[in-house]
């Protein structure tokens, strides 16, 4: 069954500092792609990046990139410099080449950037 | 600027009545969709859609309706809403190729 299961409730670390937010996956498809996704304080919701399982470079965007490790099912999101602003909710989320475009998402990652 | 607009932004309304969300936007995506946000349960799909006059049934489809009658115009209905409606309600449009989705800024209901 396909699931994404992020462990990490929530994470503090200093700003300027960098922070990688882990995820991992579970899916019989060969072929899939894998997000991350941003929520304010404020409720929004905001695409940060996308990998392709079909690539082995990692996605980068930004002061956001991925460390995707195909064998071991993982994506994870790392945030360099960390800003005060970066603090918010980090979701992971999953979409299987044959589904219907639906996202199976993780419970998310809470992120606080300590000044 | 594309963007994924929804209104109303908040809603209070009363149990048996009849809610509507709008949602429009302006990506020029075939897809559209609807979620809601729970504390504790992350984000749930209730409706989407692969383009006008399309609708399919999430996870969570029970109590709520689905119209699209435009590209650009995503609606869900409560036909008798009830206090565990009560929520955020997310609308989001998706790129066909990659799957990333867009999303609105969400619509806090509330049913008393």
């Known amino acids: 069954a396909q699931k994404v299961t992020q462990t990490q409730t929530s994470i503090s670390v200093m700003e300027k500092t960098t922070v990688t937010m882990d995820c991992v996956y579970e899916t019989r498809d060969s072929s899939y792609f894998l997000f991350w996704y941003k929520q304010t304080a404020s409720g929004e919701i905001v695409f940060l990046i996308r990998q392709d399982s079909y690539k082995k470079e990692n996605a980068t965007e930004g002061h956001y990139s991925l460390n995707f490790q195909k064998p071991k099912s993982s994506i994870g999101l790392i945030i360099t410099a960390t800003q005060i602003e970066d603090s918010a909710v980090y979701f992971c989320?999953?979409?299987?080449?044959?589904?219907?475009?639906?996202?199976?998402w993780g419970s998310g990652t809470k992120l606080i950037i300590k000044p | 600027e594309a963007a994924v607009t929804q209104s109303p932004r908040n809603k209070v309304a009363v149990t048996g009545g009849k809610v509507t969300l709008s949602c429009n936007q302006t990506?020029?995506?075939?897809?559209m969709y609807w979620y809601r946000q729970d504390t504790g349960h992350g984000l749930r799909l209730i409706h989407y859609s692969y383009g006008a006059g399309s609708t399919e049934k999430g996870d969570i489809p029970d109590g709520y309706k689905a119209s699209r009658p435009s590209q650009e115009n995503f609606s869900l209905i409560l036909e008798l809403a009830t206090p565990s409606q009560t929520s955020v309600y997310f609308c989001?449009?998706?790129?066909?190729?990659?799957?990333?989705?867009?999303f609105g800024p969400g619509t806090r209901l509330t049913v008393l």
């Open positions: 989320a999953m979409r299987e080449g044959d589904s219907n475009y639906q996202l199976i």
């Open positions: 990506n020029n995506h075939n897809n």
């Open positions: 989001a449009s998706g790129d066909a190729w990659g799957g990333e989705q867009y």
